[in-house]
């Protein structure tokens, strides 16, 4: 797409200086809109989690000259001195590995994966230690509860409250290019603001405003209802012609699309073009890892009440099953009293 697009900008360019004696080029608005990209003017987030996919991205960025941003950034603390260099900024995902639920049948987890648990709440304070630029995003979290909790956990890699604070306000308004207006308490700024009555992390929120206007601080009335046939944390048991492998799927609903993550013996990443029906028929996409290596799977299958089932296709194996259940289901995807997404927001 981007060689595409050099060429129809080349093209454009050439038709504008000149028109005598060309045909005029074609319109392509997918191309028109990368225009941007390759002039330096539009950043570019790339979802990046291992060092071989920061690498190849950093690479990609280099090759055509594009401003890239890492988003979830799992290993990038290995490729720290290249980011740093290269001033390339992090958005690091606070949707951190769980540990799945237990189950007698459960195959014991790899060492990279209670390694990735246990360094997930590091990498913040990694990042700073290296200088390099970095932000929380939310990385497909389904339990909103978790966000605020997840960003206190990142003092466990000397990360200080301030900086935990910075990380979600004028950060990622300085990265986004738009922390003249957001990020901070200042006049003339968006008031965007939350006010919390103790300590941020464990305290409770008092008031919301946004863009000056106080807007009630509650949970909205289907938190605990999960909305929603799918949301929450499910247990799932995925059966190929490599065996049984335990995952975690955690999903979270809006109306009929799906979002969120697959993590466990199937290896980590989010999931895409997730929806579901409703009478409960449920589908999506994810990037799973096997013995030849990554490969990219379609889960179809239903939901009735915490169960769920279904199948596996990934392309140059057999058809797979599915079968999991929500342990978490009383949860849902909120916390009665408690907004839903919490954050410290100073005009941003």
Do not use: C
């Not at 992090?90 to 639920?101: A, D, E, M, T």
Request: proline share 6%; glycine share 12%; no cysteine.
């Amino acid at each position: 797409m981007l060689l595409d697009a050099q060429h129809y900008g080349a093209e454009q360019a050439a038709y504008a200086k000149n028109p005598r004696g060309m045909h005029r080029p074609e319109i392509d608005p997918s191309l028109d809109a990368l225009q941007p990209v390759l002039a330096r003017q539009m950043p570019v987030v790339m979802e990046a989690s291992s060092q071989r996919e920061i690498e190849r991205a950093l690479d990609l960025a280099k090759e055509f000259n594009i401003r890239p941003i890492i988003a979830g950034g799992e290993e990038a603390d290995k490729v720290a001195v290249r980011l740093k260099a290269e001033n390339v900024p992090v958005l690091i995902s606070l949707n951190f590995p769980r540990r799945p639920q237990a189950s007698p049948d459960a195959d014991p987890e790899p060492i990279r994966v209670l390694r990735a648990r246990v360094d997930a709440p590091k990498l913040a304070g990694k990042l700073a230690q290296a200088g390099v630029k970095f932000a929380f995003e939310d990385g497909g979290l389904a339990n909103w509860a978790d966000f605020l909790a997840n960003a206190g956990r990142t003092s466990e890699g000397g990360l200080s409250a301030e900086q935990t604070i910075r990380a979600l306000t004028l950060s990622p308004a300085e990265i986004l290019g738009v922390s003249d207006r957001l990020g901070t308490i200042e006049t003339g700024k968006i008031a965007n603001l939350t006010i919390t009555r103790g300590d941020l992390f464990t305290g409770r929120v008092t008031q919301v405003f946004v863009d000056g206007t106080p807007i009630e601080a509650r949970a909205p009335a289907n938190a605990n209802a999960v909305g929603s046939v799918a949301g929450g944390t499910w247990t799932i048991t995925v059966t190929s012609d490599e065996g049984e492998k335990s995952v975690t799927l955690a999903l979270q609903q809006v109306g009929d699309q799906l979002r969120g993550t697959i993590q466990g013996a199937l290896g980590s990443s989010q999931i895409s073009n997730g929806s579901i029906g409703a009478n409960g028929e449920l589908q999506f996409t994810a990037s799973v890892t096997m013995a030849a290596g990554t490969e990219e799977a379609r889960f179809s299958g239903t939901v009735a009440g915490n169960v769920m089932r279904g199948t596996v296709a990934v392309v140059g194996h057999p058809q797979g099953t599915f079968i999991g259940t929500r342990p978490d289901a009383a949860q849902g995807t909120g916390r009665r009293g408690r907004p839903p997404k919490s954050r410290v927001e100073g005009g941003g």
